[in-house]
């Protein structure tokens, strides 16, 4: 019953996409799907003792005062073996990846990327480590199709530089990823360490959001603390908008030409008016930022990428298809379950609300382009026979 | 109750005859006049006389760290008698409302909305009342096309209250103002007195941006402050995202359901965006707000005005066409000029940006119904032949 609503469901989002089906290059990629410990005790043979006590007290330490009535994740995606959703590799492969025909999914980690926002660097940096290396013998070996996040501490950007040299070699790993919560924005010029690492290694930046208001990072809004998660859920873009803002005006576009940004689960619909605003500030008031050589625009069009999930849902899909134009978005745009968080999208939802035209782009194009996956997962890969069910 | 009488008569009147321009309505209305005073002094009259020292060495005590490389006020605007442009009211006729041939200009204040951020909320309440005394005597009288606002200390709202019920009988005051910089976001409950006393008064309740991350007011983004000028002003529009989102999830349309809001100066192109993620948002954790009946995006259709300075300006003009229709805001957008600030728009280019069939409506009639302007200017009012230019 499972195996075949999987083998239904994977049959549909391949006649969305024909292309999926018979090309050479790789097929579904999903930039956005978290893993997660089983239990805080997993990380501790990769952690320095003196830290124990405390990564088994609090973890992070970096609470949140938000509750989200339908919880944060998906009650069905519990492995069979225990633990939360997300926490068993080949439960995953089976849950997600084999069911939806997904050749490549972006790991991109779950409780330890706030690990920025507690107040103790040492620890922050322990634990990032700790987490890296967790992933590195726990997940990438269980299949080919697993890719990998370096998690850094951004709030000590020389040692997130020195974390990027350690593990940047690493074929599996094919981004560095931070949490856009933070102090100050992400074009200062203490942050310039970890972007000047991560073009050293040939690797994008990404931002995942969701840490907004915790821990030692700035209230959620200019005006303070929304009043529930709701209500703080939908303010999340207005961190987004500020950062990439930042990036541009402070010129670390022109100073690391090579660096990309992937801004995940922060949604596409603002962009159009954030190129807009900068765009027109920028004729009257450019002396003040006189590093910049083009539009503000242009540096948000070519080193800026987007993940769908949450994609806006206008109630006239064509408003979607305009915004894309609006932002020229058809090439930096990449296809994002969220799996296994509440608001997980499946490929064929995501994917049907695109204009016909980027769907083999958004489902794979641009994020093979991106993360450098040139073919399809080798064999014990894409349908392994030595994990099916 | 008078006046919500004479806007709903307006409003029937628009149905009437949707080109009120060209009819017995009046013609272009601007939403947002910078008056100004000439020099501190101006206000002691209507100054407590305990407060006189600290407002002429400080005045507002609310200052920025940002610098405009252009000036934030435009240097060909300098009355001819001296002091600061917007500051003389005959000199404002003409080289503004003559010259452009604008029926009605609604003041929107100068140097005392940023009073809502000092610590001391004796001395704000103090402040914003000798201010609006001023404009009562020393503007509104100058010519029946000056419609005023009264300005209000947010961080007092029981005293704010206080102020709109004592001025909010004037025929000639037509809304309330406060900036959008605020600890705390509008929609919360200690602002409610506020929104009960407007709505009691049928005044609209407009926010002005520009005070973001000044005096009390929380960092200007998530991630704290914009380096310089130009990147904090790309980042204005979040705080308005913020506070609309507040305002809707805090059931406040639901409350107070007369009461209207005006967004002044934050642009409009977000506001698709914000509808969609909030309406995505509301379907799956509706259980977290009850008080809501409708869609979010419903209530901001109904209760939010915006004003078009700085419009957007896509370097394809039918983007901005799609995004109006994308949030309906044909009925809700109004014409302003930020007269005599750096990025003033002069009605010919803010209007011919706009799809022709909604000119009519943002020229005049958006405004003439939200502020209750049925007709024409009495004698001494538009084309006065001695000052045309």
Known sequence: MERRRRQVDARKQEQLDPASASGEGPGLIDTDVHNDFAAREDLLPYL????????LAVGTGVGSPYYSPVGVLRRDAGPERGGPPGSDPHYLLRDHLERFAI??????GAGILEMSLNPDCDYA??????????????????????????????????????????????????QVIMCSGARTLYGQRCYHPIY?????????????????????????????????????????????????????????????????????EGGIGWLPHL???????????????????????????RHVYLTTQPIEEPQEPEH???????????????????????????????????PREMRAKVRSANAAALYGLTGRPPAGGRGGASHAD
Chains 1, 2 share one sequence.
């Open 125 to 174: 940096n322990a634990a990032v480590s700790a987490y890296n290396d967790y992933l590195l013998e726990q997940w990438l070996p269980a299949s080919p199709r697993f890719k990998g996040s370096i998690v850094v501490n951004h709030a000590d950007p020389a040692a997130a530089a020195r974390e990027i040299d350690r593990l940047g070699g690493h074929p599996d790993l094919v």
């Open 48 to 55: 320095p003792k003196v830290w124990h006590a405390q990564w």
């Open 196 to 264: 000047e690492a991560a073009q050293r290694h040939g690797l994008p930046v990404a931002f995942h959001p969701g840490t907004e208001g915790r821990g030692v990072a700035g209230a959620p809004t200019p005006s303070g603390y929304p009043s529930r998660y709701m209500e703080w859920h939908n303010a999340l873009p207005g961190n987004y908008m500020a950062h990439l803002n930042s990036l541009v005006c402070e010129g670390v576009f022109e100073k690391y030409p090579e660096l990309r940004i992937v801004a995940i």
């Open 320 to 354: 979607l298809a305009q915004i894309f134009r609006m932002c020229g978005a058809e090439d930096r745009v990449m296809y994002a379950s969220d799996y296994p968080h509440w608001d997980f999208d499946p490929p064929k939802f995501a994917l049907a609300s695109l």
């Open 275 to 301: 190129m807009w605003r900068m765009d027109k500030n920028y004729k009257a008031l450019r002396d003040s930022v006189p590093w910049l050589r083009e539009l503000p625009s242009t540096y948000l069009r």
């Open 103 to 108: 050749d490549y999914a972006i790991l991109t």
